[in-house]
């Protein structure tokens, strides 16, 4: 079934009933739970979704932000809440896949612990270089790098993510030891690399761009598997000889136990949403591409995603144990 037609038929058949049989006229109150601090991107995300998903769906929409553990408090409160359409988890696809890996003792099983809603929206990485790297592109760097292995240092938002473990990757792939710094977000690393103490990051391109414009740092590769609509003039990883596709993403989930029929109809009100003009501006601006998915599109992401990393973040040998 195309996205067109699944939209179609559960807009136009059944999102009436959800709203009104199955929870009353007015509709529930629904916690949108992310499990990150609000103001960044994705926040914004989950507040144009609720806002939008809620007028299709006749509901009331809160954000909650629930942070702490690299976003394992929000995960688990969602795990644990009832399956009565109450409370829907919004996190990144990677928080979701990779922590299961990387935990000793895994908090969750994302087949058995939630219903998978849709996918929501794509972000990239990027490798970015401060002004003290002599390098105007991807092979001047990895020359850089080669010559001054005492400099091999770069930054990374946390530990356990996927610029972390893209690092490890060009690592592996270039065979150059590099030194790991864990920050507490991108920021931290732009202002570093801009001020000489730092050569290199791994970042969400939205939060390098404004500074490479401004002159303070250079975004050298993308992360994702075809060259950003928003740096159309730099090369992806893989054009630059690291065979490495490192997408980030949202997505939605509900409790396990949820009813499917309500899945299928909050997927094609986000899909709905994420497709409106003024959305998908809003969403552009900040570094997001709008993407909507049915649930099954979800889980073949998840599936893949996790199919990639789970070798590589295996070959590290990197676990946290609480």
Request: hydrophobic letters at 40%; charged letters at 15%; one cysteine or more.
């Amino acid at each position: 079934m195309d996205r067109r037609s699944f939209v179609s038929g559960c807009l136009g058949l059944s999102l009436s009933a959800v709203a009104g049989d199955a929870f009353g006229e007015s509709g529930p109150l629904t916690k949108m739970i992310f499990p990150f601090s609000a103001g960044g991107g994705g926040d914004t995300l989950c507040r144009l979704v609720a806002q939008h998903a809620g007028q299709l769906l006749n509901r009331t929409f809160i954000v909650e932000n629930r942070t702490g553990g690299d976003g394992l408090i929000g995960i688990k409160w969602v795990k644990n809440a009832g399956p009565d359409g109450a409370t829907i988890l919004v996190t990144t696809g990677p928080t979701m896949y990779l922590l299961p890996i990387v935990e000793s003792e895994p908090s969750f099983d994302l087949s058995k612990d939630f219903v998978p809603v849709s996918l929501l929206a794509r972000f990239e990485f990027g490798v970015v270089i401060g002004p003290g790297v002599d390098a105007q592109d991807f092979k001047q760097f990895v020359a850089w790098l080669k010559a001054n292995p005492s400099k091999a240092t770069f930054g990374v938002p946390s530990n356990g993510t996927i610029p972390h473990f893209t690092g490890s990757r060009l690592e592996q792939v270039l065979g150059i030891p590099m030194t790991r710094v864990a920050y507490r977000g991108s920021a931290p690393i732009i202002n570093d690399l801009i001020g000489g103490h730092l050569p290199f990051g791994i970042v969400t391109i939205a939060d390098a761009i404004p500074q490479q414009r401004a002159g303070g740092v250079k975004i050298l590769a993308v992360s994702s598997a075809e060259r950003s609509p928003f740096l159309p003039d730099v090369p992806t990883l893989k054009e630059s000889g690291v065979d490495l596709v490192a997408d980030g993403w949202y997505g939605m989930w509900l409790p396990a136990g949820s009813s499917q029929d309500f899945a299928y109809q909050l997927s094609a009100a986000v899909v709905t949403s994420l497709a409106k003009p003024e959305v998908r501006e809003k969403l552009s601006a900040i570094g997001l591409i709008p993407v909507g998915t049915t649930p099954e599109g979800l889980t073949q992401e998840l599936t893949a995603d996790t199919a990639l990393w789970q070798p590589i973040v295996k070959a590290t040998g990197y676990k946290i144990t609480y």
